[in-house]
């Protein structure tokens, strides 16, 4: 159970840490690279604490709802402290879209397999 929280805390400061730098940093030329390289870190620790038991269809659907809300509310939040618009920045807009894309793909996968993850 602490491992799961922990790799949950994880996705929400790996997002919000790329999220601020898009928008804090627009002109910032080593965005894609500190991005990469907060990405393997995180997957690093997620590999190293492995996969205790198979997820449930409710507990990836509220992990993928909670991503996304976070990503809109910090990044609307970020946008007024900075005084930026909100759609100034589209890298957020593009997170939320690979979110609900992973999310069809894993609601289909559940459904095709009897309730069962590939």
């Known amino acids: 159970m602490?491992?799961?929280v922990l790799n949950i805390t994880l996705c929400f400061v790996l997002i919000a840490a790329v999220v601020t730098m898009h928008d804090v940093?627009?002109?910032?030329?080593?965005?894609v690279p500190f991005t990469v390289l907060l990405a393997l870190?995180?997957?690093y620790?997620?590999?190293?604490?492995?996969?205790?038991?198979?997820?449930?269809?409710?507990?990836i659907s509220l992990l993928f709802l909670s991503l996304f809300l976070f990503t809109c509310v910090y990044h609307a939040v970020l946008?007024?402290?900075t005084g930026g618009g909100l759609f100034d920045n589209s890298y957020w807009i593009f997170l939320?879209?690979?979110?609900?894309?992973a999310w069809l793909r894993m609601r289909f996968s559940?459904?095709?397999?009897?309730?069962?993850a590939l």
């Open 110 to 116: 559940f459904k095709g397999n009897s309730g069962t």
């Open 96 to 101: 939320c879209v690979i979110y609900v894309l």
């Open 25 to 31: 940093f627009p002109d910032f030329s080593y965005r």
């Open 45 to 59: 620790v997620f590999s190293k604490a492995g996969i205790q038991k198979p997820a449930s269809y409710k507990g």
């Open 41 to 43: 870190a995180v997957l």
């Open 2 to 4: 602490k491992q799961t």
């Open 79 to 81: 946008s007024a402290v």
